[in-house]
């Protein structure tokens, strides 16, 4: 259980059930749950979609320093 912040990327990769309480802001919005009352049985949404999305959000370094990371965005602006 969390607010909003990047704990529960962590704890949604290993396959844990997480709940957020201001899913506007969370990173984890997508698959979290946000009724405590359901605490003791979680939804466990599909977690793949959402995992391929924020693996899109970081880079490496060297992908930054190539433009490899600027090619790939850019096509979204």
Known sequence: VNYNSSPTVGAAIEGYPIFVTNPERSQCRDIANTD??????????????????????HWKFDELKSGEAWAHMRQYI
């Open 36 to 57: 405590l009352s359901l605490i003791e049985s979680p939804a466990m949404p599909d977690r793949l979609p959402w995992a391929q999305r924020i693996s899109m959000f």
